[in-house]
């Protein structure tokens, strides 16, 4: 049982790590845009 969490974990925490960087990613690019759009304006 143990064993088969593990293996869940290990397989999990590279997706897991994966999505949190696109949606950092995401984030920072939208906070790029508005500051550059308020910066224009």
């Known amino acids: 049982m143990l064993a088969n969490q593990m293996?869940?974990?290990l397989v999990f925490t590279?997706?897991?790590s994966l999505f949190a960087s696109h949606f950092?990613?995401?984030?920072?690019?939208?906070?790029?845009?508005t500051?550059?759009?308020?910066?224009?304006?």
Do not use: R
């Not at 950092?24 to 845009?33: C, D, R």
């Not at 500051?35 to 304006?41: I, N």
């Open 7 to 9: 293996i869940d974990f």
């Open 14 to 16: 590279p997706f897991i």
């Open 35 to 41: 500051t550059s759009s308020s910066f224009a304006h």
């Open 24 to 33: 950092v990613l995401i984030s920072i690019k939208q906070f790029a845009l």
